[in-house]
């Protein structure tokens, strides 16, 4: 174990994923645990697919498509194509071996282990070391308000392109999900050094870890310091509609403006991780009560990813040290 | 319409399914139903695969390998091999094409489909002009009894390659099931012309079909002949375990013993084709009470697919003349 104690990363997809492979590269194993958000996921096909999971399973077992972004490498759509050719539902690409995954998953789940349990055993199957948690193994869904009424999240995602125009959100079971219990245990675990937030989308990946019963408690109620990284760099989401929806919602699209966000929650995060390019937001977010780092947090390669990491690892040190 | 009135054939899988691909090209499809034995269905990985009514459906089409001899010609397998990787359940040997297939079914299914509804669906998105059934849209499933217990029929079938002894068959919910509608109301047209028992497994293909509630009773009350066409050639089932079978049962793996198990429906089948290897059988089939056709039953091209249809629907004209 590093000195730093354990490190708790809360991620939605694939920015996330990309922050978890540079943790995963600084970090031990047994020094790492990665919690996903599981509000995207849904039944498709009678498949369970969880979009961030996969997306941070498949970086961290390095098969993830960095081209394309999403996905797996390699990856061929013959089932998908001959679905669409029956009349099947065929909006939602699923490539060939990652239906494998959602078949597997389906499988186990049907024959009645819990989501941490199959997943855990996916992520033994891809050789990965460090732990992957979804953020509960109750159902949440993410509903997606709209000018023109609601939608399922990955209808409104993938389907519709994220072309309505939001208006707000809701949280479907969460008032009754339970967080999993080894994110809470991580949580009171004097062993723990920090969290980290991952540059994911803060409305749709990281509101719903937070919005969990007794997540903002337990967060608040450990003595390390959480720190959220930046997903918008120069008023842009470097991937999904994080930034869209924040003018939808008639907010600036900027690191500002997501640490405000953060911000209605208070007392949660204690430092705010801001692009260079984006240096000049930083008296702003100070301003918020959080301490600012400025780095890089563009992930183009695994240089990169390790490279965040390290810096964010730092970060939350300092800031454990300097309270 | 053909003078000779509506042909109803009852089909397995591949062997059903090469005569139903020759009687489709003789017959136009106003004039031929192909009724499928289901109880080989199962659900497996959360789909509901249906293998005859796929064989008797991919071979209409013209899509079903020749070589191999059952699924889909230019079949990839990647969902399977990494679904194997994944430590998932690989030995039902599901191509990716075929999956497709399988995934819709169940969905229709799902969405409150009936299967001859899903069916014929899936028959018209594969271009199949003329209809197909399955027997029943109730679940009828084979129980294989063995010298070592009961298996699922697929169990037996392809995860331990038809190895355990067998010592007989139940067919799980058959006295709950009702046979699908239309065929049923074929058996009562007064244009029904023949039916035709396909070169199937007598065991497992053709009994499923013949013990459903009403059958029996709708097949000797409908005044057009029976005509069986016999699954082995030569004391050897072309394809499928039938004469293994016929051997554990105590039964010779002959024509004749096929005829003497239909004969065990008194009034059923009057007429029997059995193959010019066999001809030396021709006495003791007839001494049943059936009328014998010798002629070429081995199909091994379309040729053959069509000249045993043709001969197979002359020899039910002929024996409807000369009763």
Redesign the interface.
């Known amino acids: 174990m590093r000195d730093g104690g354990h490190i708790l990363a809360l991620s939605g997809g694939v920015g996330g994923a990309k922050l978890a492979t540079g943790l995963a590269s600084r970090l031990a194993p047994e020094a790492l645990t990665i919690v996903c958000n599981t509000a995207d996921d849904f039944v498709h ?3 369970t697919i969880c979009p961030d999971l996969d997306s941070v399973m498949y970086a961290l077992a390095g098969r993830n498509d960095t081209e394309r972004g999403w996905g797996l490498a390699n990856e ?1 759509w ?3 194509e ?2 669409g ?5 065929a909006w939602f690409r699923l490539g ?2 990652d ?3 959602h ?2 998953r ?2 186990r789940l ?1 024959e009645g282990a819990n989501l941490s349990k199959a997943t855990a ?2 992520c033994r ?2 050789g990965i070391a460090h732990r992957v948690l979804p953020m509960s193994n109750d159902p949440v869904r993410t509903v997606v308000q709209t000018a023109s009424g609601e939608l399922p999240f990955q209808h409104y995602f993938v389907r519709e392109q994220c072309r309505p125009e939001v208006t707000g959100f809701r949280f479907e079971g969460i008032a009754a999900a339970r967080p999993q219990a080894d994110f809470l245990a991580r949580l009171a675990d004097p062993a723990l050094g920090a969290v980290l937030i991952c540059p994911s989308n803060p409305f749709v990946s990281v509101d719903p870890i937070l919005q969990l019963p007794g997540v903002l408690d337990a967060l608040r109620a450990c003595p390390v310091p959480v720190v959220a990284v930046t997903p918008i760099v120069g008023g842009q989401a470097l991937k999904g509609p994080a930034a869209k929806m924040m003018r939808e919602l008639g907010l600036a699209s900027s690191a500002e403006a997501v640490a405000a966000w953060y911000a209605r929650y208070p007392g949660l995060v204690q430092g705010f991780m801001l692009d260079e390019i984006d240096r000049a937001q930083q008296p702003a977010i100070e301003a918020l009560g959080m301490r600012v780092r400025v780095t890089n947090t563009v992930m183009k390669n695994a240089g990169d990813r390790g490279m965040l990491a390290s810096v964010a690892l730092a970060f939350a040190q300092e800031i454990a040290g300097h309270p």
């Open positions: 096909l009678g498949l061929t013959t089932v998908l001959t679905l050719g029956l009349g099947g539902e060939d071996q239906l494998a995954t078949l597997q389906s499988q049907r055993e996916l199957a891809l």
